[in-house]
């Protein structure tokens, strides 16, 4: 690969889709720009170098892992027109990397995305890949829920996990159950998962369920209002939870025990609301799994907790 770098010097797509001669002087080009302009990161990479390097290589219809020796290889101008065009959204619109390639991963999974769910990014992903152990023990599952699955990464990663078990993916948005059918889809899951449009329980009554995992929205209210502007481009319904980042979560944890098996588990993702979460229920005794990979804000309770504190828990 040449040891020069024609990108530095070129700040303007026009110049870029003239003067660029690779594959790597589009990523490096790329990466410029991003770093220059103070873009947010955190819907599949953490830095401007590896979102540039996505994005170039999905523009030109590359896999995500190709050999190293293809920043080496040169590119046509309406390749170079095509990759800039990407890159160009990516500072302009301030649209995340997934919504751009319409995919993301989740638990070494590929999943189609839009606008209508959020970026998939949830710890729960290690926690699916530990078959939600030692919490579960000796459990059989036969049943699963994911509640506000989105692109049903969640259902489908748990489908994948516990191949004997039947799973409803549920979400209250018809826009975002288009998108986790789409996904049953890629993975021929129709016959063991099926979308069900409810808020939480509502549509799922006389439902038991051996496991009950959500990511709930739990953004609370000055959090939302400090958030980049790449998160903004995401569903405000699956982020905002009110003052407290709680509205959802009291509701979920006031109606779970109704619909868990007497060896049950509830797993939700609470994020950065844990602390209220735990001011507002003193007794009720959370454990918070650590995860070895990133991220933070995910609990457990039994069906026995449950129904110990459920007059704690009563809205």
């Known amino acids: 690969m ?19 001669r690779s594959v790597g002087d589009l990523i490096r080009w790329g990466s410029s720009r991003f770093s220059e302009a103070g873009l947010f990161f955190g819907h599949g990479t953490d830095n401007a170098w590896d979102e540039a390097t996505a994005l170039v290589l999905h523009g030109l219809h590359l896999p995500h892992d190709a050999h190293p020796q293809v920043l080496a290889c040169r590119v046509t101008r309406s390749e170079r027109e095509q990759v800039v065009g990407l890159l160009q ?3 302009d619109e301030r649209i995340p990397l997934s919504y751009l390639t319409g995919e993301a991963w989740f638990a070494g999974l590929s999943f189609a995305v839009n606008e209508h769910v959020l970026v998939p990014r949830s710890p729960i992903a290690e926690l699916i890949d530990a078959g939600f152990q030692p919490w579960l023990g000796d459990a059989l599952v036969g049943n699963i829920v994911d509640l506000g699955t989105g692109s049903g990464c969640i259902a489908i990663a748990c489908a994948l996990a516990f191949p004997d078990a039947e799973v409803d993916a549920v979400d209250i948005s018809a826009e975002a159950l288009k998108v986790t059918e789409e996904n049953i889809a890629r993975y021929g899951l129709e016959q063991q998962v099926r979308a069900v449009q409810s808020d939480l329980f509502e549509n799922l009554s006389g439902q038991v369920y051996d496991l009950i995992v959500s990511n709930p929205p739990y953004v609370d209210r000055p959090a939302m209002d400090a958030l980049p502007q790449e998160y903004r481009r995401e569903p405000e319904l699956g982020l905002a939870a009110g003052e407290d980042g709680l509205d959802v979560v009291q509701r979920l944890l006031a109606q779970a025990g109704s619909y868990m098996g007497p060896e049950g588990l509830l797993v939700v ?7 209220a979460l735990e ?21 457990v309770l ?7 504190h459920a007059d704690e828990l009563a809205l």
């Open 2 to 20: 040449s040891t020069n770098n024609p990108a530095a010097s070129i700040h303007t797509p026009s110049q870029a889709i003239a003067e660029l």
């Open 89 to 91: 959204r990516r500072v």
């Open 269 to 275: 993702e609470v994020g950065n609301s844990r602390d």
């Open 279 to 299: 001011q507002r229920y003193p007794g009720v005794p959370f454990a918070w799994p650590e995860f070895e990979h990133g991220g933070h804000g995910v609990f």
């Open 302 to 308: 039994t069906a026995e907790q449950l129904a110990r």
